[in-house]
Nanobody
Framework: QAQVVESGGGLVQPGGSLSLSCAAS????????IGWFRQAPGKEREAVSC????????YYADSVKGRFSISRVNAKNTVYLQMNSLKPEDTAIYYC????????????????WGQGTQVTVSS
Protein backbone atom coordinates (compact mmCIF):
# COMPACT_ATOMS: atom_id res chain seq x y z
CA GLN A 1 0.00 0.00 0.00
CA ALA A 2 1.39 3.38 -0.99
CA GLN A 3 1.87 5.75 1.93
CA VAL A 4 3.99 8.47 3.48
CA VAL A 5 5.58 7.95 6.88
CA GLU A 6 6.78 10.69 9.21
CA SER A 7 9.62 10.31 11.69
CA GLY A 8 11.92 12.41 13.84
CA GLY A 9 9.53 13.77 16.43
CA GLY A 10 10.33 13.90 20.11
CA LEU A 11 10.74 16.06 23.19
CA VAL A 12 12.93 19.14 22.93
CA GLN A 13 13.56 22.17 25.11
CA PRO A 14 12.49 25.65 24.00
CA GLY A 15 15.07 27.07 21.64
CA GLY A 16 16.08 23.61 20.48
CA SER A 17 15.90 21.95 17.09
CA LEU A 18 14.37 18.87 15.50
CA SER A 19 14.43 17.49 12.00
CA LEU A 20 11.36 15.66 10.73
CA SER A 21 11.38 13.29 7.77
CA CYS A 22 8.59 12.32 5.41
CA ALA A 23 9.40 9.16 3.47
CA ALA A 24 7.36 7.73 0.63
CA SER A 25 6.64 4.05 0.38
CA UNK A 26 5.62 2.33 -2.86
CA UNK A 27 5.36 5.50 -4.95
CA UNK A 28 7.72 8.12 -6.34
CA UNK A 29 7.79 11.20 -4.16
CA UNK A 30 9.35 13.30 -6.91
CA UNK A 31 6.01 13.41 -8.74
CA UNK A 32 4.28 15.19 -5.86
CA UNK A 33 4.29 18.42 -3.96
CA ILE A 34 4.69 17.83 -0.21
CA GLY A 35 3.04 19.74 2.58
CA TRP A 36 3.52 19.70 6.32
CA PHE A 37 0.64 20.27 8.73
CA ARG A 38 0.35 20.25 12.50
CA GLN A 39 -2.43 19.80 15.00
CA ALA A 40 -2.15 20.89 18.61
CA PRO A 41 -4.46 19.51 21.30
CA GLY A 42 -7.88 21.08 21.07
CA LYS A 43 -7.02 22.96 17.88
CA GLU A 44 -7.69 22.48 14.20
CA ARG A 45 -5.06 21.12 11.86
CA GLU A 46 -3.07 23.97 10.29
CA ALA A 47 -0.74 24.08 7.32
CA VAL A 48 2.88 24.86 8.11
CA SER A 49 4.91 24.55 4.92
CA CYS A 50 4.86 23.29 1.35
CA UNK A 51 7.49 22.39 -1.25
CA UNK A 52 6.96 21.93 -4.98
CA UNK A 53 7.68 18.61 -6.65
CA UNK A 54 11.01 19.85 -7.99
CA UNK A 55 11.99 21.46 -4.70
CA UNK A 56 12.44 24.78 -6.46
CA UNK A 57 9.66 26.53 -4.56
CA UNK A 58 9.16 26.52 -0.81
CA TYR A 59 6.55 28.26 1.29
CA TYR A 60 5.98 28.85 5.00
CA ALA A 61 3.25 30.00 7.34
CA ASP A 62 4.09 33.26 9.08
CA SER A 63 4.20 31.46 12.42
CA VAL A 64 7.24 29.40 11.35
CA LYS A 65 8.92 31.60 8.77
CA GLY A 66 12.59 32.09 9.52
CA ARG A 67 12.64 29.14 11.94
CA PHE A 68 11.55 26.15 9.82
CA SER A 69 13.09 24.97 6.57
CA ILE A 70 11.58 22.45 4.16
CA SER A 71 13.73 20.52 1.69
CA ARG A 72 13.61 17.37 -0.35
CA VAL A 73 15.99 14.74 -1.67
CA ASN A 74 14.02 13.03 -4.41
CA ALA A 75 16.72 10.43 -4.88
CA LYS A 76 15.99 9.30 -1.32
CA ASN A 77 12.22 9.64 -1.75
CA THR A 78 12.22 11.86 1.34
CA VAL A 79 11.23 15.37 2.37
CA TYR A 80 12.60 17.05 5.48
CA LEU A 81 11.35 19.74 7.83
CA GLN A 82 14.16 21.32 9.84
CA MET A 83 12.73 23.09 12.87
CA ASN A 84 14.92 25.54 14.77
CA SER A 85 14.29 27.94 17.66
CA LEU A 86 11.36 25.82 18.75
CA LYS A 87 8.71 27.31 21.01
CA PRO A 88 6.18 25.65 23.33
CA GLU A 89 3.45 26.71 20.90
CA ASP A 90 5.06 24.50 18.25
CA THR A 91 3.94 21.47 20.27
CA ALA A 92 1.68 19.38 18.04
CA ILE A 93 1.37 16.25 15.98
CA TYR A 94 3.08 16.93 12.66
CA TYR A 95 1.77 15.34 9.47
CA CYS A 96 3.08 15.27 5.94
CA UNK A 97 0.96 14.95 2.84
CA UNK A 98 1.74 14.26 -0.81
CA UNK A 99 -0.41 16.07 -3.31
CA UNK A 100 -0.81 18.00 -6.53
CA UNK A 101 0.60 21.43 -5.87
CA UNK A 102 1.30 24.20 -3.37
CA UNK A 103 -0.87 27.25 -3.07
CA UNK A 104 1.47 29.32 -0.95
CA UNK A 105 2.16 27.18 2.14
CA UNK A 106 -0.97 25.02 1.71
CA UNK A 107 -0.88 21.83 -0.33
CA UNK A 108 -3.83 20.98 -2.58
CA UNK A 109 -5.08 17.77 -4.10
CA UNK A 110 -3.75 15.50 -1.39
CA UNK A 111 -3.32 11.87 -2.42
CA UNK A 112 -1.51 10.53 0.64
CA TRP A 113 -1.55 11.44 4.34
CA GLY A 114 0.87 10.21 6.96
CA GLN A 115 0.00 9.07 10.47
CA GLY A 116 1.88 11.88 12.17
CA THR A 117 4.77 12.31 14.57
CA GLN A 118 4.56 14.01 17.95
CA VAL A 119 6.66 17.08 18.66
CA THR A 120 6.72 18.37 22.21
CA VAL A 121 8.54 21.55 23.16
CA SER A 122 8.86 21.85 26.90
CA SER A 123 11.39 22.55 29.61
Amino acid sequence: QAQVVESGGGLVQPGGSLSLSCAASRFTLANFAIGWFRQAPGKEREAVSCVSSSGGSTYYADSVKGRFSISRVNAKNTVYLQMNSLKPEDTAIYYCAAGHSCSDYVIYGVNYWGQGTQVTVSS
